[in-house]
Nanobody
Framework: QVHLVESGGGSVQAGVSLRLSCAAS????????MGWFRQAPGKEREGVAS????????DYADSVKGRFTISKDNTKNTVYLQMNSLKHKDTAVYYC?????????????????WGQGTEVTVSA
């Protein structure tokens, strides 16, 4: 079993930064890929960023490239999402997820374990 807990969300003005954290526990091998996803009201869940925990290989959605950075601290079993230059369209509930293996890292289907989500609201 894998347990994920997100933190770091909040309400901010456009242009500022936030850092989300995802603390993981449980079977390490089931956390080979860690991803951040988001879901805005009335929209489908979309992949934002992912990282392969063994190699550090990362993927980003085009909408966040150059603004968001995913990173990991294996000693703390924590994955981070640094979000800079936030925009109103980044408003969503952000979820951390873990997968054993994926083919397309930003597709949510392969991710088996999910956190409860943390809300990010960006005012224009």
């Amino acid at each position: 079993q894998v347990h994920l807990v997100e933190s770091g969300g909040g309400s901010v003005q456009a242009g500022v930064s936030l850092r989300l954290s995802c603390a993981a526990s449980g079977y390490t091998y089931r956390r080979n890929y860690m991803g951040w996803f988001r879901q805005a009201p009335g929209k489908e869940r979309e992949g934002v960023a992912s990282i392969k925990t063994s190699s550090g290989m990362v993927d980003y959605a085009d909408s966040v490239k150059g603004r968001f950075t995913i990173s990991k601290d294996n000693t703390k079993n924590t994955v981070y999402l640094q979000m800079n230059s936030l925009k109103h369209k980044d408003t969503a509930v952000y979820y951390c997820a873990a997968a054993l293996s994926v083919i397309i890292p930003l597709q949510h289907a392969p991710y088996t374990y999910w956190g409860q989500g943390t809300e990010v609201t960006v005012s224009a």
